[in-house]
């Protein structure tokens, strides 16, 4: 199986060789001529043998777009008759096989076929009979391309369409392509061309749509030619409005200050053209324009008034306006947070900030007093003398030392219900008579000696 397969192989791979070889007599290196209107354009022919070892005979004819067929030129290796029609037009220098297309014309345009047959010397009666077809366009370089606008003023986003046109004086074949800001702008649902891109249509145009365009014309025989670039300009906006201070503390829309402080506020909004700033006070149950631009200077020296304040940005072309509300708080920040105080229900971040703070605040007391006086160390501290309790079977034995220890023991008395015990915190002061002290110590050494003193520690 596997042999027949590789044979067969060889048999292909043989039969390819013989063709290629074969067909080598002659070789054109192109195949598709790009010719220039009014240039001369070579057709050539390589040949691959001794033109001294064989003799020659062939045609080159020519068949037109419309599909008419000529022959243009008959030749051998001696002589060789060229069409009249053509006689000045074509140029063939036998046994040169190439053929020259002088002063190329729409004409011209068509497909050149070769018929080359060849007999070899030593090889009479074998005819070799070799044909080539080459393709020729014949075209018009590019001239600058034009572009133009409509409308030629700015527009207003969403309330019109723009419509590009490009057009060249020469060219043939032109293609057109459309760039913005040097990216090319493909087709979309905004974005229409024409069947041969000559026209862009940007309905309706938008923000995005802004910027420098130019097209491009080129054709097989002119790179890309650039037009002048012609900048689109679309009014918009006011877009993605906020108010920025640099000063004071920020809380969503709340801003804090220190008392007496100067505070500017930036307001900004993307908007074409530049918008129009105004700023606007509604503390005092009363809307007030304060200034106007995008900047407002602000010194307070009113603690605990929550000021109402309102930016609002206008396009005077798009006719559009936005506005962004912001709260005033005018507190001590450099003193401390809890100092904070508040006045009405407008300032309710705030409010929500200084009872976390206070609640975080309580929760790390907590924590403090409770590492102070946890159980757990004294048990460890316990743990460390075992050999002082265990060693004792009397309950009147070795009080002498106990002096040190009493206030600590007390916490042990209870290890064998760890788990739900709440050691008390009593200091060594709390403790007054040396009955309490006893009576603690007592304790202790009954409950240390029933309970393994590893299980102290899990
Ligand atoms: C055939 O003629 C062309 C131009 O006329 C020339 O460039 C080319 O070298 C010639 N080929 C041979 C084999 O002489
Ligand atoms: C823009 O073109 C759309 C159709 O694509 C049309 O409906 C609309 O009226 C045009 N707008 C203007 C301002 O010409
Ligand atoms: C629109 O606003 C711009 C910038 O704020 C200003 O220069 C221009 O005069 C205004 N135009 C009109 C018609 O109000
Ligand atoms: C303040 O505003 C409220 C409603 O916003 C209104 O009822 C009240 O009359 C106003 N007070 C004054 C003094 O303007």
């Not at 009113?302 to 005033?328: H, P």
């Not at 040190?404 to 023991?409: A, C, N």
Request: one cysteine or more; charged letters at 20%; hydrophobic letters at 35%.
């Amino acid at each position: 199986m596997e042999a027949t397969g590789r044979t067969a192989l060889y048999v292909c791979s043989v039969l390819f060789i013989f063709t290629e070889v074969s067909s080598e007599f002659i070789h054109i290196p192109t195949l598709v001529h790009h010719g220039i209107e009014g240039k001369s354009l070579l057709l050539s022919v390589e040949t691959h043998f001794l033109m001294d070892e064989a003799e020659i005979q062939g045609t080159w004819s020519h068949t037109k777009l419309s599909g008419t067929r000529t022959t243009l030129v008959t030749f051998t290796k001696q002589a060789a008759i060229t069409d009249m029609m053509y006689r000045n037009h074509l140029l063939f220098r036998e046994p040169n096989v190439s053929l020259l297309i002088r002063k190329l014309n729409q004409e011209d345009e068509g497909d050149y076929h070769l018929s080359l047959n060849i007999e070899f010397h030593n090889k009479t009666g074998l005819v070799i009979k070799e044909e080539r077809t080459v393709h020729v366009t014949v075209d018009v370089p590019v001239s600058i391309p034009m572009i133009q606008k409509s409308p030629s003023y700015a527009v207003v986003e969403d309330k019109a369409n723009v419509t590009w046109t490009c057009s060249v004086e020469r060219g043939t074949r032109v293609v057109f392509q459309w760039l913005r800001n040097n990216v090319a702008v493909g087709a979309s649902n905004r974005y229409h061309f024409s069947q041969d891109n000559s026209t862009l249509l940007i309905s309706p145009v938008r923000k995005e749509d802004k910027g420098t365009y130019r097209c491009v014309a080129s054709n097989p025989v002119s790179q890309g030619r650039n037009s002048r670039p012609v900048e689109l300009n679309v009014y918009y906006g006011p877009y993605n409005l906020e108010v920025n201070s640099v000063q004071g503390l920020r809380t969503g829309e709340v801003f804090t200050i220190n008392p007496g402080e100067l505070v500017f506020f930036e307001c900004q909004a993307d908007s074409n053209p530049p918008n129009s700033y105004v700023w606007i006070s509604k503390s005092r149950n009363a809307t007030q324009i304060i200034t106007e631009g995008p900047r407002l200077e602000v010194r307070s020296y009113r603690l605990a008034q929550a000021e109402e304040y309102l930016c609002r940005a206008f396009n005077n072309v798009t006719q559009k306006q936005d506005e962004a509300q912001f709260t005033l708080v005018v507190a001590s920040l450099g003193t401390g947070k809890e100092k904070h105080t508040q006045e009405g229900g407008s300032v309710s971040p705030l409010a929500a900030i200084t009872v976390c703070s206070l609640f975080v605040i309580s929760l790390m007391l907590l924590f403090f007093l409770r590492k102070t006086c946890h159980p757990k160390r004294v048990l460890m501290s316990i743990y460390n003398r075992p050999f002082l309790e265990q060693k004792r079977p009397h309950r009147s034995a070795g009080h002498e030392d106990a002096t040190e220890d009493f206030g600590i023991y007390e916490f042990v008395s209870i290890p064998g219900k760890m788990e739900s015990a709440q050691a008390s915190c009593r200091s060594l002061a709390r403790l007054e008579s040396i009955q309490d002290m006893h009576t603690t110590i007592y304790d202790v050494i009954r409950h240390v000696s029933e309970t393994p003193s590893h299980s102290l520690l899990e």
